[in-house]
């Protein structure tokens, strides 16, 4: 009779590992899109518009909180595509808990600073939109339709960068303990 023994060193199901090494690939490459796309619809929001004869300009460097969007998903976009080379890397010489353990601080940490930068953009997108009368800030959006419509893109599109981050805590997470 044969027995079989499990070291604990070893991986009794490497299809599985394969499985998650691809949706990480996955959501990695994913985030890295959807953070370059948003910061870049971002800083190419503009738009002049002329009512009565004066000329007025919106765009996102003229709000503190559309700048900190701005750059809460391009700094997010960098480091996950520095996170992308390195697992690739370290998937050819093994990953291991402490391994996970590093890149879930590091995932939580991007999906914090995008998801505050897109919380700072939906406050100030919100105003623009609806105006706050009890403050005396006026809407704009039915002045700058283009501008609007591009901050609402960018938006969106960090929104589901940070559903993805997000992901990547969750997995990464569930790795390191294992």
Known sequence: METTKVRIGENPCPKTDKLAFAVQIFFRTAAIGTTLAAACVIFNAKQTVDVMGMSFVAKYSYSSAFKFFAFANAVPCGFTSVSLVIIMFFSRHGLNASIYFMFF???????????????????IGTVGRDGNIKTGWLKI???FEKYCNQVTTSLVLSYVAMICLLVLTILSAAKSRN
């Open 105 to 123: 601080l590091h995932d939580l940490l991007m999906m914090s600073l995008v998801l505050s930068g897109v919380v700072a953009g939906t406050t």
């Open 141 to 143: 959006c039915n002045r």
